[in-house]
């Protein structure tokens, strides 16, 4: 197992709509409980998080009732993120007694040097405040190729915008595996990778949650992208207390790809 380096400071954790959404039935806490708990502990520790969630389109469907088994539109997820985001937001305000922050970035926003400043000139004011910066892409304005959404990778942008010195991506797997773990038995994870080549992304495969975004595929581009930064990568399952438990151990029971 590996250790995790206690000299960290800052997080950007990345909650998956598995997570906040399970089976995409509207929100429920309770696979967040143990991360909140989490979340308590490092601030104990006078550690800084912000929290990148997705679940806006899975809160919308669960709120309309909306039938799950038929594609959706980009239209009709763009309508369903701007339903479900309030929802998202209430659900992590009952989790925590310090106030909870909403933003809503785009891509472009971290790219243009003043919206970058003034992106981190709120999230510095906010930790001054012991507010928790809660961060979800704004689905209503984004139609990017084909798909809406993906805060993978706008999870590693935040962490190399607000100079994190970890990334924590917490999804239903426990880790990268060498082969899709939900169709393959024989799937074997792996613990730590120290370059992100062709051959470990090879591994990823798509999702079959029909409100999730990209799979393997999106968390190995953000894995890259943090750790072409310098940031320590962490995939870990966030629907089993036992990976937090261990992180406040400082222990990792998921996949560490390591920052260069
Ligand atoms: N090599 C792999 N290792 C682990 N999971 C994989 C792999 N390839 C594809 N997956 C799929 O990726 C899914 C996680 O991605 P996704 O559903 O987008 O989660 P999230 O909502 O947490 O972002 C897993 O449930 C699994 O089906
Ligand atoms: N912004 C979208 C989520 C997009 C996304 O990346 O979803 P996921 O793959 O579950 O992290 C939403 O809030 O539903």
């Known amino acids: 197992m590996n250790q995790l380096k206690s000299s960290w400071r800052r997080v950007v954790i990345k909650v998956g709509s598995a997570l906040v959404a399970p089976e995409g039935k509207g929100c429920s806490t309770k696979y967040l409980l143990a ?62 007694d310090d106030t909870c922050a909403q933003i809503l970035l785009t891509r ?15 999230l510095e004011t906010l930790f001054k405040m012991d507010a928790i910066p809660i961060i979800n892409e704004n689905d209503s304005v984004v139609v990017d190729e084909l798909v809406v959404g993906d805060n993978d990778n706008l999870a590693a942008r935040v962490a190399v915008m607000c100079d994190a010195d970890l990334l924590l991506i917490c999804s239903d797997v426990n880790g990268l595996y060498d082969k899709n773990p939900k169709q ?77």
């Open 35 to 96: 991360l909140a708990d989490f979340i308590h502990h490092c601030h104990n520790q006078n550690k800084q998080v912000v929290i990148v969630s997705s679940g806006s389109v899975a809160a919308g469907a669960g709120l309309t009732n909306h039938d799950l088994s038929e594609p959706l539109s980009i239209p009709q997820k763009q309508a369903l993120a701007a339903i479900g985001q309030s929802h998202v937001m209430q659900h992590w305000q009952k989790l925590f």
């Open 184 to 260: 393959f038995d024989d799937a074997k994870l792996l613990a730590t990778v120290d370059t992100i080549d062709e051959r470990i992304l090879g591994f990823a495969d798509v999702t079959n949650n029909p409100i999730a975004t990209g799979g393997m595929h999106t968390k190995l581009q953000a894995a890259q992208l943090a750790t072409g930064a310098g940031i320590d990568t962490i995939i870990i399952n966030g629907r089993e207390a036992k990976s937090f438990e261990r992180l406040k151990n400082e222990t990792i029971s998921g996949t560490l790809f390591i920052g260069r």
């Open 108 to 122: 472009s926003d971290l790219e243009g040097d003043k919206r970058v400043v003034n992106a981190r000139n709120t």
